[in-house]
């Protein structure tokens, strides 16, 4: 079976409803709650990748920290954007499903479901 790793946090009903279709699946993925254990750049820059997305993509751009940031701003590096979200990790979307070769963002959290084997 393929490691998974939701990164996940409890709070949120979208990310609650991921992991629970997984667990009905019979799968118990490593569960990482990002925001009491942020992502650093590395990890991130890792993750877009599986992803398949760019830093912009993955922000929550709702969030207070987005605009007091200003992370609106076009300007802003690829890594600007990442260190950001290292630092302040509720600007991460989520839910996100990571396998060993592939990642998707959990929304709606039946996206999940297609990167599973």
Known sequence: MTDLTLYHN?????????LELLEQR????????YLET????????ALL????????????TGEDEYKS????D???SEEQLISAIAQH???MERPVLETSDKAIIGRPPENVLEILP
Do not use: E, Y
Not at 26 to 33: C, E, W
Not at 38 to 45: E, F, I, Q, V, Y
Not at 51 to 57: F, N
């Open 10 to 18: 409890p709070r949120c009903s979208k990310s609650r409803a991921a």
């Open 26 to 33: 019979g799968l118990a993925p490593t569960v990482v709650r």
């Open 38 to 45: 942020p992502l650093d750049a590395t990890r991130l820059r």
């Open 49 to 60: 990748g599986k992803l398949g997305l760019s830093a912009r993509q993955l922000l929550r």
């Open 69 to 72: 940031l200003g992370l609106a």
């Open 74 to 76: 076009t300007s802003l």
């Open 89 to 91: 990790p509720k600007l």
